[in-house]
């Protein structure tokens, strides 16, 4: 069992193995290295205990109309710098390969003061169609 911190809510939300019904994603799980997991998921509360509700193990998995809230999300949070911002940046990179980030997102993550301090993030937003790569 686990619990994850989050920006969007107070608590942290937890999580437990067993609550992986898709055997897929719990062998992929099984076989993972150290240091090779990105996942996405949405959560409910109950109890007063929040709790990962569903769970991807790949962006191009979430369902669709959770992705502009995401994408939103993701974009406040590498503008505010209030998470690891070379790990938003590859989740940017992820998005955009998705074809889930749209160009007024991107606009405001390019101008930001966050980029400017620190041009080398954008090496981990770039994707391999990028014409600059």
Do not use: C
């Not at 055997?23 to 076989?31: A, D, G, I, M, R």
Request: neutral net charge.
């Amino acid at each position: 069992m686990d619990f994850f911190r989050v920006l969007y809510h107070k608590e942290n939300v937890f999580f437990h193995f067993s609550g992986i019904k898709d055997q897929t994603v719990k062998e992929k799980l099984e076989n993972l290295e150290r240091g090779d997991l990105y996942f996405f998921y949405t959560s409910y509360k109950k109890d007063d205990k929040r709790r990962v509700k569903k769970l991807w193990l790949s962006l191009s998995d979430v369902d669709e109309d959770l992705l502009p809230d995401f994408e939103n999300k993701i974009t406040e949070e590498f503008i505010s710098g209030e998470t690891n911002p070379f790990e938003v940046a590859y989740v940017i990179k992820l998005l955009r390969e998705n074809n889930s980030f749209n160009n007024q997102n991107l606009r405001k993550i390019l101008s930001s003061s966050k980029l400017i301090k620190t041009p080398s993030l954008l090496k981990g937003m770039l994707t391999e169609n990028d014409p600059f790569k």
